[in-house]
């Protein structure tokens, strides 16, 4: 999710949903671009002004993993980079990306993973 649609209500309430499944699933250290959670480490893009904040990050068996929501978006391009970005940071220190999507959102989510080339991720179904 891009920042832009943080600030809506029901992406805040999917995003803490999100998390909430998380925990059940044994995460822990759990940082979260969200108000009451410690916020994950952003990355600049270099030649311009764009952050890129994971949505949630988390440790499960001394394993980083690096969770995006995905939900339908005015801004896929953007999107696309970001995922990309995130794919590639995780395999070059050996964590884990992983997508989180919701009823509504999976075919998007399954055209986006097209489109880019990560047909290898499943994206977890909430």
Same mark, same amino acid.
């Not at 925990?23 to 250290?29: I, L, R």
């Not at 108000?35 to 988390?58: C, E, Q, W």
């Not at 993973?113 to 991720?121: A, G």
């Given at each position: ?6 600030? *809506?209500?029901?992406?805040? %309430?999917?995003? %803490? ?17 969200? *108000? ?12 311009? *002004?764009?952050?890129?904040? $994971? ?12 969770? %995006?929501?995905?939900?339908?978006? %005015? !801004? $896929? ?37 097209? *489109?880019? !080339?990560?047909? !290898? ?6």
């Amino acid at each position: 999710m891009i920042s832009l649609e943080k600030l *809506d209500n029901s992406n805040k %309430e999917f995003l %803490e949903k999100s998390i909430h499944h998380l925990e059940a699933t044994g995460f822990e250290s759990i940082k979260a671009d969200i *108000d009451g959670y410690d916020t994950p480490k952003s990355y600049l893009k270099k030649g311009s *002004d764009i952050k890129i904040t $994971p949505d949630i990050v988390a440790l499960k068996n001394g394993m980083k993993y690096f969770f %995006e929501i995905s939900l339908k978006s %005015e !801004n $896929p391009l953007l999107l696309k980079s970001k995922w990309l970005f995130l794919d590639a940071l995780s395999r070059l220190k050996s964590n884990r990306f992983r997508i989180i999507t919701t009823k509504g959102h999976y075919k998007f989510t399954e055209n986006m993973l097209d *489109d880019i !080339n990560l047909t !290898n991720k499943t994206p977890i179904r909430i």
